[in-house]
Structures are given as C-alpha cells and as structure tokens.
C-alpha cells in the first residue's frame, strides 16, 4: 500500500544546513512535495518536484529525488531559527482520477543557538 | 483574500454530543478536503469533494459526515463523539486535485478537538 516514512524529530545548530529524509512507496507519483507547518498553523507548501527530476533548488532550498530507491530529501542551507517546524513529506496517490496526497508524521525540526 | 477558514478553533465535547466543523474557502476552489492529524502521525483524509454536489470518502470516514451544498463550504460534521475522535483537524482546498497534476493544497488553522 501507499506509505510515506520519516525520522520524526532533527535537531540542528543555527547556521548548520539541516537535511529532512523520506521514503515513499507509491512509484506512480508524479509530483512529491514538502509542506511546513508552524506552531498552530495549518500546513503550507514549501516545495515540490516533478518526478522527472534529480534536484530542485529554490534559494535555501535543495530537493533531492531517488526514484530509484524512492528517496527524497530536503536540505535547509544556513538554518535559522525561523525554520523551526515540523516538515512534511507528501507522495500523490489515489485512483479513478482522483490525485490524493498521502503524508508522512512529519519531522520535526529544532534549530538552536 | 482570507484563505482557507476553520471554526471553531478549539472545542471540548462529551461522548455521545454532536459538532459540525466549518470550513470556508474564498479562492473559488473545486477540491476541498478533511484530515484528521494525531500526535506523531501524518495526516489521514477524512472526506473529499471534487465540487459542490460530489463528496467521497477518504481513509478514516467512519463516525463523519460531509455535505458541499456550495463552492466555498465543506463543513465536516461529526455524530455521537468518541474519544477517538479526539484529533486537530484540517480543512484544505486546491484549484485541481486530477491525477497526475500539480496539486498544492491550502490549509486552514485547524480545530483542536478534545472527546472527554
């Protein structure tokens, strides 16, 4: 079946890049994406990937895509304390049409002084 | 333009009351969703609506019900509370939710809801 897995807690020092792992399962998905969510806010995209892609990268922001082995990762350069959230993984997956997407726990990212 | 609103933000119910969840979106979105989000667990799809008039059911459906009477309203509505229902849950919307296409959904805030 469908299932998105990540480590559920990273904790990083101010200035040091953060790098967030998952593994998904469902090879069909055409985009993958990465929601944030802040402190008692709902979630908000990130970023995303086509699957066609090896890499993404958006200012701080680097995505990573395994298809092969069904990795993805983002890597947080120059961490600041605002990155402080819990980063969610999100495959597509669904049938008759209908794109889903299916969420990991989350990880939840520290960043310290 | 306001987003994606949820009320109430917090509720406490008892076993066996009855709640609706509302949920408005001002973006002219067709796909609206409800997940459901427990502590170290990713989110799981309640219900979904493709548009007004359509719902379907998603992962977790049982103990809920929907209704899309209009574009901008989804309100989730939950009969004879269980403890297990206790949860934070999130409304969403996206312009398309059709496979194999880019699909960023928007969240509401959420509702933190306690069954006691």
């Known amino acids: 079946g469908e299932d998105v897995e990540q480590s559920l807690f990273l904790s990083v020092r101010e200035g040091d890049s953060s790098v967030i792992n998952c593994t998904y399962t469902d090879s069909s998905s055409t985009y993958l994406y990465w929601y944030k969510q802040e402190p008692g806010a709902g979630l908000q995209l990130l970023t995303y990937?086509?699957?066609?892609?090896d890499m993404k990268q958006d200012q701080r922001l680097t995505v990573l895509l395994n298809k092969k082995d069904k990795h993805l990762s983002l890597r947080i350069a120059d961490t600041q304390t605002g990155d402080s959230a819990i980063y969610f993984c999100?495959?597509?997956?669904?049938?008759?049409?209908?794109?889903?997407?299916?969420f990991g726990a989350g990880t939840r990212l520290a960043v310290h002084p | 333009n306001a987003g994606v609103t949820q009320t109430p933000k917090f509720r406490i119910l008892k076993i066996g009351q009855s709640m609706t969840l509302q949920c408005t979106q001002d973006?002219?979105?067709?796909?609206m969703y409800w997940y459901r989000q427990d502590p170290g667990m990713g989110l799981k799809l309640i219900y979904y609506?493709?548009?007004?008039?359509?719902?379907d059911k998603g992962e977790v459906p049982n103990g809920y019900n929907v209704s899309r009477s209009t574009t901008e309203d989804f309100p989730l509505r939950l009969e004879l509370a269980a403890p297990s229902q206790t949860s934070v849950y999130f409304c969403?919307?996206?312009?398309?939710?059709?496979?194999?296409?880019?699909?960023?959904?928007?969240f509401g805030p959420g509702t933190r809801l306690t069954v006691l």
């Open positions: 973006m002219n979105h067709n796909y």
């Open positions: 969403a919307s996206s312009y398309s939710g059709a496979a194999e296409t880019y699909n960023e959904q928007f």
């Open positions: 990937i086509f699957s066609n892609m």
């Open positions: 609506s493709v548009g007004a008039g359509i719902t």
């Open positions: 999100a495959e597509e997956g669904g049938s008759g049409g209908y794109n889903k997407l299916i």
